[in-house]
């Protein structure tokens, strides 16, 4: 299996533009979810899906960031209008379990380096 | 609501050597699950090992073992024999046995393993 899969790997563009993070989770995993890491905070969770419907989005910081999923094969994050404080590595990771454990991990992408100028 | 604290962004030992990296979390739940994970310069999120509250034996995972000390709301992670390919940001992490799937993160110590 290709593993989680992430487009594009770096992303730099001006404040105020668009922005959309793509994300493939492993075929057959029910859970997908989506993080930000940045020095400052460390890993946080912006949403999860469970079987394409969005569960849980209390992490996601501003009206500015939407997510859907579609279908089971894919799911976008979008940052409408971006702003430069948005400048972070944003991670998918899907799972099949609801618990992780050294059996069936949570399976992260290599994430997107996204920066704001 | 619940937090994480890795009070150590940056630590390094000598390789073959032993080193402990500290997470401290805080809760009111009493059934919950902590993890440590490790993110080497490739990005990638790798689960270390996992504790469930409800166990007072700790984890262990090869050169991975933690030290889970529930009523201090400790829950430290023991790297034996470190090796170079150990060198990674290590990530502590809670979840509640009520809200599978979201985790808290710590916001990570950067471990430099020497040769």
């Known amino acids: 299996d290709a593993g989680v899969i992430q487009s594009p790997r770096h992303e730099v563009t001006e404040m105020g533009q668009e922005v959309t993070l793509r994300c493939k989770p492993i075929?057959?995993?029910?859970?997908l979810f989506w993080y930000r890491q940045t020095m400052m905070r460390g890993l946080e969770l912006l949403i999860y899906?469970?079987?394409?419907?969005?569960?849980?989005d209390s992490g996601m910081p501003e009206d500015r960031f939407s997510a859907k999923m579609p279908n089971a094969s894919f799911s976008t994050l979008k940052i409408q209008p971006s702003e430069p404080r948005d400048s972070a590595v944003y991670f998918c990771?899907?799972?099949?379990?609801?618990?992780?454990?050294?059996?069936?991990?949570?399976?992260f992408g290599d994430g997107t380096r996204l920066s704001i100028l | 609501a619940q937090t994480v604290t890795q009070s150590q962004p940056e630590m390094s030992v000598q390789e073959a050597e032993t080193v402990t990296l500290s997470c401290t979390y805080d809760?009111?739940?009493?059934?919950?699950?902590l993890f440590w994970y490790k993110q080497p310069p490739s990005r990638q999120m790798i689960l270390v090992i996992r504790?469930?509250?409800?166990?007072?034996q700790n984890a262990t995972e090869n050169r991975f073992s933690v030290n889970f000390q529930k009523a201090a709301k400790s829950f430290s992670l023991k790297i034996s024999d470190s090796q170079l390919g150990d060198t990674a940001m290590y990530f502590c992490a809670f979840m509640t046995y009520y809200n599978f799937n979201k985790f808290y993160f710590g916001s990570g110590t950067k471990l430099n393993v020497k040769p």
């Open positions: 990771a899907s799972s099949l379990s609801q618990l992780p454990d050294s059996n069936q991990p949570q399976h």
């Open positions: 899906f469970n079987n394409n419907v969005p569960i849980d």
């Open positions: 504790q469930e509250a409800y166990k007072q």
């Open positions: 809760t009111s739940e009493n059934n919950y699950y």
């Open positions: 075929s057959g995993h029910d859970y």
